[in-house]
């Protein structure tokens, strides 16, 4: 079992950066790729970025390529998600999910595990 938590969170200017970040409990944190996904309100739940175990692969949706990264700390159990240039259609709850099997996975069925969520606004 993992549970995750996600902080970081909040209200920001369009343009403006914030970081989020995804605490795991447990022993086996290093055992799951790690992702984020976001849902905007009466949208389905999209994906946002991955990273593997190790942290040496990435990837992430066209929509956030080259303004978002995706990290982990192994040692901290702990993958961050730092969000540049931020733009109003970014606007969601903003969720991390752990998946034990696949690599690098962008689908939702393939993770195991989900956050609460945080809300991101993105204001003009």
């Known amino acids: 079992q993992v549970q995750l938590v996600e902080s970081g969170g909040g209200l920001v200017q369009a343009g403006g950066s914030l970081r989020l970040s995804c605490a795991a409990s447990?022993?086996?944190?290093?055992?799951?790729?790690m992702g984020w996904f976001r849902q905007a309100p009466g949208k389905e739940r999209e994906f946002v970025a991955a990273?593997?175990?190790?942290?040496?692969?990435?990837s992430y949706a066209d929509s956030v390529k080259g303004r978002f990264t995706i990290s982990r700390d192994n040692a901290k159990n702990t993958v961050y998600l730092q969000m540049n240039s931020l733009k109003l259609e970014d606007t969601a709850v903003y969720y991390c999910?752990?998946?034990?099997?696949?690599?690098?996975?962008?689908?939702?069925?393939?993770?195991?595990?989900w956050g609460q969520g945080t809300q991101v606004t993105v204001s003009s």
């Open positions: 990273i593997s175990r190790s942290g040496v692969r990435t």
């Open positions: 447990g022993r086996t944190f290093i055992s799951y790729a």
């Open positions: 999910a752990a998946a034990k099997l696949a690599v690098v996975p962008r689908g939702k069925d393939e993770y195991d595990y």
